[in-house]
């Protein structure tokens, strides 16, 4: 079977890039529609606006109202078509970005921006969206054949967003090495439907290396809202390191275990991040890393806030019934836990679990 390495096609970061979002979008269309929530248009729309109209764009906005529902993406793919637009640009959060990315693909032919606001996840730069009903429970994944056509993102805007988007997003990209190797290991299939590249699974290392070497000093630069070449760095590997790294390098355990852990109503108050690092310090026990690497691990992720025990998501002494809800969850079969590079039984992923707990009361 062949490698697949996918990714948008233009990447821009840097402090006020807001203000610039014209001229790298002058080439994509003649007519945009800004998607946002009300919070976040009032941060961006009139240097957005500005900016495209400078380059020549005629531009619109919409207001998001809260959910990656198929009623808001049907909602906002009208408002785009009265329009006659052929330029979708979301800014905010996951749920904007993957709201725009499915209007994109029913208007047809258009291009899309994603303008992340905060650097907590690694939506910007897939060709997916995670749908959501109106209460706000999973749904369905949307996959499409187009990436976004270019990732923007404004370390100001970063960098003044609360300290726990960054934090979180830290933690999913120290998953994404742990997951990209154990597929390449395996060799499993990548997001994208292909086995990994080189470039995938070096992305995904790369990513890891910048935020050990990052991580602290950047979280401590966001404290005060300052950017700083190590915000910069992590931004980079939150984002673009972190999304390229995950769909091109493959995702397994971590993310499993983070799917089942919200089958548990008490985790739902911990952000995607956090519930990974859970699922990270799982997969690590299930390939039986030597214990100077699991404490260094659980000292790093202690050390920049991150949950290193079940309590800290919201599971204060769980019983087996709850542990056995989230093993089975995570080795649904359609789970990505199996790219690990031997097999997963849920017995396992229970035990592992019970382990992280007693590896966070030592270390
Ligand atoms: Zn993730």
Known sequence: MSKIFKSPAAYVQGRGVADEIGEHTASLGERAVLIADEVVLDLVEDSVSTSLD??????????????????????????TRDRDADVVIGAGGGKVLDTAKAVR????????????TIASTDAPTSALSVIYSERGEFEDYWFYDEHPDLVLVDTDTVSDAPVRFFRSGIADGLATWFEADATYRSDSDNVVGGKPTRAGHRIARLCYETLREHGRSALDAVERDAVTESVEAVTEANTLLSGLGFESGGLAAAHSVHNGLTQLEATHDATHGEKVNIGTITQLVLEGREDSFLEDYVAFSREIGLPVALSDIGLDDPTD??????????CDEAETIHNQPFEVTAPMVRDALKTVDEIAERV
């Open 105 to 116: 693909e029913n208007i047809d032919g258009g291009a899309m921006v994603s303008m992340p």
């Open 321 to 330: 019934d709850q542990l056995e809800t989230v093993a089975a969850a995570a």
């Open 54 to 79: 400078k380059a020549g764009l005629a531009a619109s906005s919409v207001e998001f109202r809260g959910e990656a529902s198929e009623s808001e993406v049907d909602r906002i793919t009208e408002f």
